[in-house]
């Protein structure tokens, strides 16, 4: 799966999040830190979303943009 990431260049290093997932963000010295990180960080948001689904009703929906 592949996702859409946005990355912050400063002083201490390179900020990384996913917009498309709230809240899942990581970090690193170099950019290839940074991506390594983020990619533990979107399986991480990933198990827990599965976690908090189990036993629900899972659907999809359509939406037009």
């Known amino acids: ?12 290093g390179i900020s990384v999040w996913v917009p498309g997932l709230p ?3 990581s970090q690193g010295a170099t ?3 940074a991506l390594e990180n983020i990619r533990e960080a979107i399986k991480e948001h990933q198990s827990v979303a599965a976690d908090l689904a189990e036993g629900a ?3 999809e ?3 037009a943009v």
């Open 31 to 33: 950019e290839a830190e």
């Open 23 to 25: 809240g899942c963000w």
């Open 61 to 63: 929906v359509d939406v």
């Open 57 to 59: 009703e899972i659907r």
């Open 1 to 12: 799966m592949r996702y859409k990431i946005a990355l912050k260049r400063d002083e201490d």
